[in-house]
C-alpha cells in the first residue's frame, strides 16, 4: 500500500469529532510531503468487503473507539492503528486486537465529551481531539511508517 492514512468519520453515530477540521489541519501539516495521501471514509453503507479494502490499503487507520477501530486488524503489516479515545483515556482500549495482531502499531489519541451530560461519553453525539495528542502521535507515526511507505514504494516501482 501507498503512503495512506484513512480517516473513519462517523456521520450518524454518537462520538461524531466536532473539531474535525482542525483534526485534519494538523494532519496536512505533519503529513504534508506528495507521498501522503489523506483520506477520509464513512462506513456507513459500503460492504464489509469494501471496509476491509478500505482498511487494507492503508498504513494508517484512525478511528474514533468503538466497532469502526476494530477494523483496524485488517491493517497491513507494518500498519498503524490509531484509536481516538473518549474522556482523555489514557490506554489502548483495542488491547486484544493488537495483541492478536503482532504487526501492527497500536496508538491512541486523547480526546473529550463536548457534551458535558454524558460523564462517561461513550453515548455522547460529539468528541472532541486533543490536538496536542494527536500530533505527538503522528510525529511518532510519521517517522517509523515513513520508511516504510518509501520501502513498499521501492518495490512497486
Not at 489523506?38 to 498504513?59: C, K, W, Y
Not at 517509523?144 to 511507505?149: A, E, G, L, Q, V
Request: net charge negative; aromatic share 8%; glycine share 4%.
Amino acid at each position: 500500500p501507498e503512503c495512506t492514512i484513512t480517516f473513519l468519520r462517523r456521520k450518524f453515530a454518537t462520538r461524531v469529532i466536532s473539531n474535525f477540521d482542525e483534526v485534519m489541519n494538523a494532519t496536512e501539516k505533519i503529513f504534508h510531503e506528495d507521498k501522503w495521501n489523506i483520506r477520509t471514509v464513512s462506513f456507513d453503507g459500503p460492504s464489509m468487503e469494501a471496509q476491509f479494502l478500505t482498511v487494507q490499503s492503508s498504513m494508517v487507520f484512525v478511528s474514533v473507539s468503538g466497532t469502526g477501530s476494530h477494523l483496524g486488524m485488517f491493517l497491513p503489516d507494518g500498519g498503524t492503528s490509531i484509536e481516538i479515545l473518549y474522556n482523555n483515556i489514557a490506554a489502548v482500549k483495542n488491547k486484544f486486537i493488537c495483541d492478536v495482531s503482532p504487526n501492527m502499531n497500536c496508538l491512541a489519541v486523547k480526546s473529550r465529551c463536548s457534551d458535558v451530560e454524558y460523564l462517561n461519553c461513550k453515548k455522547a453525539a460529539n468528541t472532541e481531539v486533543d490536538i496536542e495528542s494527536l500530533k505527538e502521535t503522528f510525529e511518532r507515526v510519521k517517522i517509523d511508517i515513513s520508511n516504510k511507505c518509501d520501502e513498499a514504494m521501492e518495490i512497486e516501482i
